[in-house]
């Protein structure tokens, strides 16, 4: 988040109806000058649906939507402005380049439809196809791109007006690995440079994290959670989205002692694994333990500790620098990676330490 | 960046689209003037029927003439399974079957489909002619016969014309689409399960396409109950008459019978209709065979030298239902007394002389070109605003419209004369139009829209939305967005709509037949006028003049990159 921290775009209340469905239910989140904000979540979880409101290209059915403090919309008060006269950018998933024009046309485009001057045209259009690195495309067809250039072009046409807010719809994603990774890159750089305020829609978690000042986990039409990228994935506030951003490796567990907010938990599959941690769930409870694979010390031999649970290899396989294993451990399943200086075979014993510190509890 | 103009919240643009009561008015102008266009002249002729009292009477009980001309338009009709049949086996051996010199071939079939009627059937009439056909002439003198073997002015005559010239082109024209966008891979998976080529084609491509079959048959049928040129031309003369000669022949009573050709018509329209409902739930239901693959995976099925028959045996097809009939017409123009090459001078140029030296001809040649072109014209930008209104807009009761802008696909071009006739006849603001070309362009604007509506919305369909949304985002409104992307981008359909809009405008001779006076004669009338009054070597120049133009727009078009054959 930069200075002054000025909201640029202000959501409250929105809500989008499709027939019966509830596709966005009732959201509320700011996005400030500057700012990166990522809605993360399942495919059908409403954020493209949230995008395109804000956008202008979908009408809300309830709820408001500020830009630069101008309502733009607000079915309740008859008030939408459409997509032509919002002044945000929007890169699609399919980047939607005009076949019919250029690489120049396509971006001069949105100044044409501002009647800026011919020289200015010009000029902008050289200087955005520049920072996207189109620079010798700019005369080349539209349909003669690869994809990676195609994404550039949707980029440079979004950002050539100097938009209030730039759009991202999941605009990596049909990027081969390597591509995706070199465009995260440049587009963390521009953003960086030009200061741009953009609103990301991604179900990539890895984009989220790594591009984002704050994300907003989304699931059936709810905002789940709202927080800085290591909030999200160290203080999750749902199994939901613990569960969704990182890995988890959960085990069946039940609540033996409390005291206030402490509590004593028991894995239900092994019951001498012994965990002392913090949880709201009453005694008694069963509770899911939840439990990043980072935060597990993997030993050679059976458990020396109550917060250790004891694992068979069930299945490896060679990863060059590591073997990824598959080991059954307390009634589970669990991926793990394992160093190769430990002796591992499949039948082997191994012992898992969970950080007592580490886990979470959520009810069942 | 707010100097670049985004406006603030103020009263919505009316074409922004968005505007709830926008949309409502919006809505409300597309359906009006639908309705005014395609609704009236048919609201027009159900009303004309009840006017005169004794119409209805007429045509139930007393007139033998209409039953009968129900009865043989239904009997012609009924070649539409044949057509499909033998249009869907040419079709598939031309695509699936490497044969050489395919592309002439279909293109052939096309040029088939696109000349005039009457040109054709004049050549037909030069060759198969009871008395003076040549090649009765020639069999009777070859084997000493006392009678003439073929007969022109007969059943067999209007089924062999319509057949060769008209009904299996068009069979090939449109089934050709269903069966190249068929996934090849449904084949393959058939062969990899065991099954021979043969087996493959009865058990899996038949079942799959015999939607498109059906589809094409029911079309036929339609056609076929409209038609009018062959039969005015072979069977009047043979007291065949089908309803829509029947009612040319009414019209033209002295004095004109038009209540009873209003009633036979709202009989023929209400059948119509029905049969177009059936046609529209059908393709509706079953249009899964043709919107799979792309057509690159279909396998080509090589037979070998065989390939070099197939190919002759084509060639002699197409030299048969084309050039030969041409190549008669041609001769037609230019010989003393047709068929007789013994004269002291058989050729000469006085029909030619005669029909230029007609004060009606070179208006009918400007007619003819500004009802094509005018038609084409307009036609291309009202389908492709009304396509884009009902396909990507949001405007009011779209539904609706729709509906009425794929109404005059079952209205025969006759019926939309007569009530076009009427509607300016007794309109008094409308009068003024009587005689003018603006109205004959007017009818085959509205006889072409339910084709080039839905070749358009078809197009439309294929534009992806956000090249749309993006333009939007961009800040251009809707207009603009349509004028700059979605036009741009619909330019090989538009093209391909113009050329089919002015080849019907040239071809066409029912829809205009009515509505044409002296000052708007165009070609196509010109020569039924010719051919009606015996002059059938006049009528054969400017036949030759017609089908020419034809070809050349054709041709033309293909030039430009056109793909004849992929329009649909």
Redesign the interface.
Known sequence: MSDGNSVLLSVRGLLKRYGETVAVDRIDFDLFQGEVLTLLGHSGCGKSTTLRMA???E?PDGGEIQLRG???AAPERG????????????V?Q?Y?V???MTVGENVA??LQ????GRTEIERRVKEICDVVGLGQLVSRSAIALSGGQQQRV?LA??LV????VL?LDEPFSNLDAKLREEMRFQLHELQVRLGTTILYVTHDQIEALSLSHRVAVMRDGIIEQVGVPLDIYENPSSYFVQDFVGRTIVFDGEVIARNGESATVRLVQAPSTILETTTSEPLSARVKVAVRPEDITVADGHVASVSAVEATILDLAYGGDHYDCMVAAAGAEVALRLAKTLPVEPGATLSLHLDPGKIKVWPS | MAELGVADIGPRGWLGGRHKSSRLVWGLILLAAAATVTLGPILVVIDGSFDDEGAWRSIIYESGHAHSALGYSVLFAARAPFAALTGFFIAWLLIRVPIPGRGFIEFMFWIAFFLPLIPVTLGWMLILDDHNGLLNIWLKDWFALEQSIFEVNSIAGIFWVHMTASSVPVMIILLGPAIRQMDGTLEDAGRICGSGALQVFRRITLPLLVPALLTGTILGFIRGLEAFEVEQLLGAPAQIYVYSTHVYALVNWEPPRLGEAMALSTVVLFALLVLALIYQRYTAAHSYATITGSGLSLRQFSIGRWRWVLSAVFFLVIAVIVFVPMAFLVLGTSMTLFGFFDLDEPFTWEYWRIVVGDTNFVPAIINTLILGLGAAAIGVFVYAGLAYAIQRTRVAMRPATDFLVWLPWCVPGILLGVGLLTLVLFTPLLTPFYGSIGLLIFAITVAQLPLGVSIMKNSISQIGIELEHASQVCGAARLQTFRRIVLPLMKPILISVFVLVAIAGIRDVSTVLLLAQPSSLPLSVLMLEYANNGDVEMAACVGVVTAAMVVIVAIVARRFGLQIGQAR
């Open positions: 956008a202008g290209l009408e101008k309502i733009v008030i939408f402005v459409p997509a032509e006269r919002r002044n945000v950018g929007l699609f399919s939607a005009w076949p019919h485009y949105p439809v501002r009647r800026l949707a046409r979004a007006y100097e938009p209030d759009l």
